[in-house]
C-alpha cells in the first residue's frame, strides 16, 4: 500500500498567488482529512469529507481556503489569494469509518 | 467543543527511565483517544489507541491509561531510548459517524531522551 500521497512536497509562492494542494488517500479508505501545522496554533483540523462530502469545515479559517473531493481517489485544497500567514505544514490524512488516521507526508507551504 | 490540554510541553529523560504525558479532555461525549508520535519533518503516525470501554491499555513499552470520571488519559513509555525522542501529541474524539468523528489534538509534548 502506497499510504497517503500528497504532492507537492514543497511550494514556495509569493503572497497573492493562487496555492493548490492535492492529496490521494489510501484506497478504501472513506474519509479524508485536511489539517494545518504551525508551531503557534499546533494541528488544526480544517475540514474532513466523508464518501467524498464536507461534513465539517469549521475549522476553515476564512473564505480565501477552499477544499474539494471530486472523487474517492482525489482531494484538493486551495488557497487564493494566499498570504505569508497562510505559511505551515499542511497534512492530509485518511481513515476508514473514522478510525485510525493514516497522516500523509505533508506539503510545507511559504508564502513570501 | 472539545479542547483538549496536553502537558508538559517538554520533557526529558535519560535513556532507561520512564516518561509520562498526560491529556485533559472536556467532552464528555469523547470516546476515543489516539496518541501520535511526531519526528522531525514527518508525518504524525499512531503509536496506540484506547477507547471508553477499555481503562488501559499496553503495547510493549507503551502504554495508555484513561480515567473517564476524571477526564484524563495518560501515555507512559518505560525503558526509553534515544529514538523515543520525538514530539507526542494526544487526541480525541466523540467517534460515532458525522462530525463526531474530528480529532482535537493537544499541543504536543517534546520528549528527549538523553544517552
Known amino acids: 500500500d502506497a499510504g497517503v500521497i500528497q504532492s507537492p512536497r514543497h511550494e514556495v509562492t509569493e503572497m497573492g498567488q493562487e496555492v493548490t494542494l492535492r492529496c490521494k488517500p489510501i484506497?478504501?479508505?472513506?474519509?479524508l482529512f485536511w489539517y494545518r501545522q504551525t508551531m503557534m496554533r499546533g494541528l488544526e483540523l480544517l475540514i474532513y469529507f466523508n464518501n467524498n462530502v464536507p461534513i465539517d469545515d469549521s475549522g476553515m479559517p476564512e473564505d480565501r481556503f477552499s477544499a474539494k473531493m471530486p472523487n474517492a481517489s482525489f482531494s484538493t485544497l486551495k488557497i487564493q489569494p494566499s498570504e505569508p500567514r497562510d505559511s505551515a505544514v499542511y497534512f492530509c490524512a485518511s481513515s476508514v469509518a473514522g478510525n485510525t488516521q493514516y497522516f500523509g507526508p505533508g506539503t510545507r507551504l511559504t508564502v513570501l | 467543543g472539545e479542547n483538549v490540554e496536553q502537558h508538559p510541553s517538554t520533557l526529558s529523560v535519560q535513556e532507561g527511565d520512564s516518561a509520562v504525558i498526560k491529556c485533559t479532555y472536556s467532552d464528555s461525549a469523547s470516546n476515543y483517544f489516539p496518541w501520535y508520535k511526531q519526528e522531525l519533518g514527518k508525518r504524525p503516525q499512531l503509536i496506540i489507541d484506547i477507547r471508553s470501554n477499555v481503562g488501559e491499555k499496553k503495547d510493549q513499552r507503551i502504554a495508555v491509561t484513561l480515567n473517564k470520571t476524571a477526564k484524563h488519559f495518560s501515555l507512559h513509555i518505560t525503558e526509553t531510548q534515544p529514538e523515543d525522542s520525538a514530539v507526542y501529541f494526544c487526541a480525541a474524539s466523540r467517534g460515532g459517524g458525522g462530525s463526531n468523528y474530528k480529532l482535537t489534538f493537544g499541543k504536543g509534548t517534546l520528549l528527549t531522551v538523553n544517552p
Open positions: 484506497s478504501g479508505h472513506d474519509y
